[in-house]
């Protein structure tokens, strides 16, 4: 449904008889019960050809107008949080990361990416940060309900009992040696880097450890030998460049890229799907320095 002022703002010329009198305009699909709610509550409007809409008169039009979109807003609401609450009456689940409010769902699970990632995609779920919580109202049950099995998967496996089962399994094997040198190259927070193919500093950037932005490529050449097993397929034609992560206010500024990268390019400028993830880990980062900054 939309709503416009009237007379201004219209590309075609309103009618004499609309055009002397103060009013809005609004137009919606045709539907019977709601042209019959609409007709009941507005029994002055006139249907406008001209410009495919109803004409509201009065000064207060607008306001009116707008509180009866939001009375059906909410109607329309709650008869889809009704029917949600029958789809899960009808086909439960049974869960102990997820329980039954007034409201909706509440959800609490371990953190997982996978499982933020999965709820971000149901609609008008929001987390709460205080109770560290997520909410997701009745409505959205069909899309939670279809993305379940992914997160309460990703939640048992990143339960704390089994993250200590895992490890232990991995402790002194190959994989827990490259993991722990990886890890400890990150937090060098340096990266090599073509000699003939240096990244722009001080502008987000990708590789291998997600957005970055490059403060100074030092011109020490790389020691394949030295770094081999964390970064395969160096040369002696690499240097080290130095980074930090980027800002929210820098991932805000920054233009997404509209071609995808080239096959195996060691950094490329990110596309919009890097962006949006990395603005929300960036802004919640922000938000909890913040918030410990006494």
Known sequence: MTETKSPADHDKAPSVQDGAKPGADISFPYDRMTVEQF???FPRARWSDARKAWFVPGRTASRRIGRWLAEIEAEADAHADAKGRDAFVFDPIDSPYLELGKAGFRIRTPYSKT???ELREVPFSRWDGDLRIWHVPFRSYEELRRRWSDIEAAARRNEPEERRRRAEERKGT????RSKLRSAERKRHRYPVRSDDLPPIGRPVVIAY???VFTEISGELVDPDVVVDVYPGITEDHV???WRPPTFEELV?????KMLPIQNAEWWLPTIEELRPARRTARSREARKYAKTP
């Open 210 to 212: 997600g957005i970055v």
């Open 174 to 177: 190959e994989q827990d040696i």
């Open 115 to 117: 499982v933020v990632d």
């Open 39 to 41: 007709r009941s509550r």
């Open 240 to 242: 080290w460049g130095y």
């Open 253 to 257: 500024r920054t233009w997404p890229a």
